[in-house]
């Protein structure tokens, strides 16, 4: 499944597994842009992936069980799903967007997303990671009275347009 790394360094492996920007963009899409096929992947690219590299990463990401590829028969679309060692990344992105808020430029309909993960810390990355593994891995729904963090994620973003 995965390839062993250059050392038993945790930082080295984690680079290794998903260290170049177009990886971690990719899983940025699958996870918040929900995403799940080559073509949404392609055409939803908010950096313009070419399709060569797209399709490279989504090899690399299933290699080292960041993704599933779902087995399609012929003439049918391959959809992408997060595993759980994808999942248990949200609060890497939410610090990862965190510190971009603080030190880089953004624009208000790219950050709104990242603002609404820093502003709800830890209990709504947990939430976020339950619907994640709900939509992603078939785990049960947990109980509801509001709307999901994907739907929220969504709104703020909608909303910022």
């Known amino acids: 499944m995965t390839e062993a790394a ?5 930082i080295n492996a984690a680079v290794e597994a998903f260290g170049d920007s177009w990886s971690l963009l990719v899983l940025r899409d ?4 929900t995403r799940r096929y080559f073509r949404e992947l392609l055409a939803g690219s908010e ?3 070419a ?3 797209l399709a490279d990463r989504l090899k690399r990401l299933v290699k080292a069980g960041l ?5 399609a028969g012929p003439g049918k679309r391959a959809a992408y799903s997060l595993t759980e060692a994808s999942i248990q ?3 890497v992105f939410a610090q990862l967007g965190s510190w971009g808020l603080r030190h880089r430029p953004t624009t208000k309909r ?3 997303r990242a603002e609404l993960l820093a502003a709800g810390g830890p209990e709504l990355w947990d939430e976020f990671m339950a619907e994640l593994r709900v939509v992603h891995l078939g785990a049960p729904a947990p109980d509801q009275d509001r709307p999901g963090v994907l739907e929220r994620l969504a709104a703020a973003y909608d909303a910022a347009r």
């Open 67 to 71: 993704l599933t590829r779902e087995d």
């Open 6 to 10: 250059r050392s038993g360094c945790p």
């Open 30 to 33: 699958v996870m918040f842009g």
């Open 89 to 91: 990344l949200v609060p």
């Open 51 to 53: 399709s060569n590299i």
């Open 47 to 49: 950096e313009g992936i």
């Open 110 to 112: 790219l950050r709104v």
